[in-house]
């Protein structure tokens, strides 16, 4: 017999404690936690499982700022506000450990070691490179390195119940349909880690291509290696396998639309090239990419994956599932919404409610990856030539010129997210089903995770709303202003268009005799219909 069906035969004879319940008087590490989802995981137990005792937050000294400067700024951020008013004094239950999942024992110092081994129960291990383009060793270092440092570190927590990893969906995305199991890797985790100790960058780089095969990138590759080490190496631990796939903005909490990353979707919509320029369709700056109009946009909002995270190290730290659980943290399949269909709402929505000071009106199309002599053709016509207009532009009026350096980032951005925006996968949920079956009705409603009543358009509409908020930190009352704007750009794109189709006519009539004939039928024929009218109008008034 399973255990879990043993679990829930002897749930008559014990009492299974509420999520949380679990969580109170526990204490959680959590790496990962300055990130955009982990700031919102924080939010999440903090805020529904006020019984928590602490939750240590692994940091390391960035920017010249010790570990205690930077845990300040992150209480003091927005995704808080609604925290700081119901539990002021949530701060003393964040106490940063100075670390690093880079350095040798992650970098923590013996008496924080001490600390956590004493009062450290539960883990949450979500700190990763999310850099598709990142070096293989700097991808591996990151991501798979550092779950080895994870794994004797939490053999050596002696209260330890429960730990969640946070993968992602697209660790196996060479292939379409994906199960919640962990897949065999590519390579052996341990003898690539043996290799890079050796072979120096340029080797590295040279054989990249051939380790990751059929893999886009060194992330996705290097999650997958993540799961199998744990697969391999930490059999004895109660672990459970998270997978969302790409990270979108808020759905219901801690506000609709609340973002403060440029990562997924955020960098087709508002990716923040760099400080003048912070969006691309809104502001008009995208007009042409790959993407297949068909493919499922497997966007997640944050506080799903959040929900799932919180409730996984519920579920096995209280069934004790005989074996390991995964999660397939995804959309697509239950909920799907096309790229094409979240296009046409963005562009909608941007020209409704225009952001501040856009470079030209907000138009995007979208070209297959058959149509890459279109695609060519206007990503010069968009793209390259207003690029190096603008910055001619600024050069004359004494500005540095920025624009081409921008499209540059901007293209490399796009190049490594079209794999996403051209494939669709299927994946499956039955542990996530499981899960959602043993929680209770008020937790099924508190850590919610179940994305069918999940309106799209009008989801995507406050993500937009959230990026203007959130990001760009536009107030909602220049919104006229921007309209005009938007209208000014309007006229000009026609005043500009009229006169280059008279120019190109004019052109064209200079040498070509079946033009100017041509030319002066079409002005008979419109002074022709210009006098019946008049005419008619005289008789009609007499």
């Known amino acids: 017999m399973d255990q879990i069906t043993k679990n829930h035969m002897n749930s008559s004879m014990t009492t299974i404690p509420t ?38 937050l692994l940091m390391r000294p960035k920017r010249g700022k010790c570990v205690g400067d930077r845990l300040d700024e992150l209480i003091n951020l927005q995704v808080f506000d609604r925290l700081r008013k119901e539990q002021p004094d949530f701060k003393h239950k964040l106490i940063p450990i100075k670390g690093d999942v880079t350095s040798d024992e992650l970098g923590i110092g013996g008496d924080d070691l001490a600390l956590l081994r004493q009062d450290v129960s539960i883990v949450i291990h979500s700190a990763a490179t999310v850099r598709f383009d990142e070096p293989l060793r700097v991808a591996m270092e990151m991501n798979v390195k550092a779950v080895r440092k994870m794994i004797t570190l939490c053999r050596s927590l002696p209260h330890l119940i429960s730990w969640v990893h946070v993968s992602t969906a697209y660790a196996n995305c060479d292939i379409l349909y994906i199960e919640e199991k962990v897949y065999p890797p590519p390579v052996p985790p341990q003898k690539l880690i043996e290799a890079l100790d050796w072979m120096d960058d340029a080797m590295i780089d040279q054989v990249t291509p051939k380790l990751i095969k059929n893999k886009p990138n060194t992330y996705t590759f290097t999650k997958h290696l993540a799961e199998a080490l744990l697969t391999e190496e930490a059999t004895d631990l109660p672990i459970a396998i998270v997978r969302p796939s790409i990270i979108g903005a808020a759905w219901k909490e801690p506000y609709p639309g609340w973002i403060d990353n440029v990562n997924g979707p955020s960098g087709f919509y508002i990716a923040e090239i760099e400080q003048a320029v912070k969006h691309c369709v809104g502001k008009g700056i995208l007009r042409s990419m790959v993407v297949e109009c068909e493919a499922i946009a497997d966007i997640v909002p944050v506080d799903l994956p959040v929900n799932m995270i919180v409730s996984a190290a519920w579920y096995t730290a209280v069934m004790k599932p005989e074996t390991r659980k995964v999660y397939n943290c995804t959309i697509g399949t239950v909920n799907p919404f096309t790229w094409g269909e979240m296009s046409s709402v963005v562009q909608d929505y941007f020209k409704r409610n225009p952001l501040e000071a856009a470079f030209r009106r907000p138009q995007l199309t979208f070209h ?106 536009e107030d909602l009352s220049g919104l006229p202003a921007a309209r005009a704007h938007l209208r000014k750009l309007r006229n000009i794109r026609y005043a500009f268009n009229t006169v280059m189709v008279i120019v190109l006519w004019r052109v064209l009539i200079a040498r070509s005799q079946f033009a100017r004939n041509l030319w002066f039928f079409v002005l008979n024929l419109v002074f022709k219909f210009v006098r019946f009218f008049r005419i008619s109008g005289t008789l009609n008034r007499h």
């Open 19 to 56: 999520i949380p319940e679990f969580y109170e008087g526990k204490s959680v590490f959590i790496t990962g936690g300055s990130g955009f989802l982990g700031k919102v995981l924080i939010e999440k137990i903090l805020r529904c499982c006020p019984g928590v005792k602490n939750l240590y």
């Open 368 to 473: 297959r990856k058959s149509e890459k002599s279109s695609f060519d053709y206007w990503n010069f016509i968009n793209h390259i030539i207003p690029a190096h207009l603008a910055d001619l532009a600024f050069r004359l009026v004494g500005q540095k010129p920025r624009m081409v350096r921008i499209f540059k980032r901007l293209q490399k951005m796009i190049s490594t997210m079209s794999y996403f925006t051209q494939h669709t996968w299927e994946w499956t949920h039955t542990n996530s089903e499981v899960l959602t079956s043993s929680l209770t009705p008020n937790d099924k409603k508190q850590f919610y995770y179940d994305s069918r009543a999940l309106n799209w358009p009008e989801y995507i509409e406050e993500y937009c709303l959230g990026t203007k908020k959130y990001i760009l930190n």
